[in-house]
């Protein structure tokens, strides 16, 4: 092999490669370290790891950092890390044909209950007393998307209260959303929920009560179990999950739990360990670990988004509800 033939591979490789490298005995991609490719104009969602590691935020600066999965969960729980999930884009799939609506009538309001918190009231236009149910947000904030779910939910026959953990502030790139989230501290949400439990019982006198949330709002949703016993009902949508069967004692309703295969931060093995947990102090739950889907998938402004997985999740939240609060 000669000295020019090398050199002409070598160009080719620079030209073609110029932002990655490759390992030629094995055909594995090495990419530069995330800040340089920020420096190069990439954003930080976008990052490219290098095969076999995975993206995540740094919680702290919203920088991007490789790691190996197996220590994404764990970065996580502490709080060192935060999923990284594409920017919120609306797209063009119909809601109202994947989340099935209701047939009662709905009526909205603005409501503000808490700070400078407005929260997003939907119940039936027919008079009549209605299970209440606290939606808790995503970490974009309460949006278009979390107000038009509170609204088909509502349909079904249910007050439903969106609340707002942000102060009016929504994000639609993750790191807005990400300053967002750092800018509160957990006993202000657990304090802002109960605050909206009050507002439901003291104005619309609900016949029983739940909660749901999603991603963000799914590990409000186990919090807000943990801190008020007035609930008769908790959803998780691939919320952060605790696992101590003492701490987990204190709910004495049913759980219904939705995850997705793929999820690092809450990968099955978390699922499996807080199922145990759930059974081990006698708590009636319905866990479903979906196959094949990643974090965020119920949600259809994302390209995580998965329109099958979201119907069913849908209607086992549907008749979840029904059996527990009517």
């Known amino acids: 092999m000669n000295i020019s033939f090398i050199a002409t591979v070598f160009v080719i490789l620079s030209i073609v490669y110029s932002s990655q490298l490759y390992d030629l005995s094995y055909g594995v991609a090495f990419f530069p370290p995330p800040l340089k ?172 009560l739940g909660s749901i949330g999603w991603c963000f709002g799914g590990g409000q949703s186990l919090n807000l179990a943990l801190n008020n016993d007035e609930m008769d009902a908790t959803v998780i949508y691939y919320g952060q999950l605790v696992t101590d069967a003492e701490e987990l004692s204190k709910i004495n309703w049913p759980v219904l739990g939705i995850f997705a295969e793929l999820d690092s931060g809450i990968p099955p093995e978390k699922v499996n360990e807080f199922e145990s947990a759930l059974n081990q102090v006698g708590i009636e739950n319905n866990i479903t670990i979906y196959p094949g889907v990643n974090h965020a998938f119920a949600n259809p402004s994302g390209d995580r988004y998965a329109p099958d997985e979201s119907k069913d999740a849908w209607q086992k939240t549907l008749e979840f509800f029904e059996q527990t609060l009517n």
């Open 37 to 208: 490719q920020i420096q190069e104009g990439i954003e930080p969602a976008n990052v490219t790891c290098t095969e076999g590691l995975e993206l995540v935020l740094k919680f702290s600066n919203g920088n991007p950092a490789c790691i190996k999965p197996t220590s994404v969960e764990k970065l996580i729980e502490r709080g060192w890390a935060i999923h990284v999930l594409p920017d919120y884009e609306k797209s063009d799939n119909n809601n109202s044909v994947i989340f099935e609506t209701g047939e009662l009538d709905v009526e909205t309001t603005n409501v503000s209950y808490y700070g400078n918190s407005n929260g997003y009231l939907a119940k039936p236009t027919a008079d009549g007393q209605y299970p209440g149910i606290i939606m808790i947000h995503e970490w974009w904030g309460l949006n278009d998307n979390i107000k038009d779910m509170a609204e088909k939910l509502a349909s079904h026959g249910y007050v439903v209260f969106a609340v707002d953990l942000y102060d009016g502030q929504v994000g639609t790139t993750a790191d807005e959303a990400r300053q967002l989230r750092i800018s509160f501290e957990q006993s202000q949400w657990t304090e802002n929920m109960n605050t909206a439990v009050s507002y439901l019982e003291e104005n619309h006198s609900p016949s029983s």
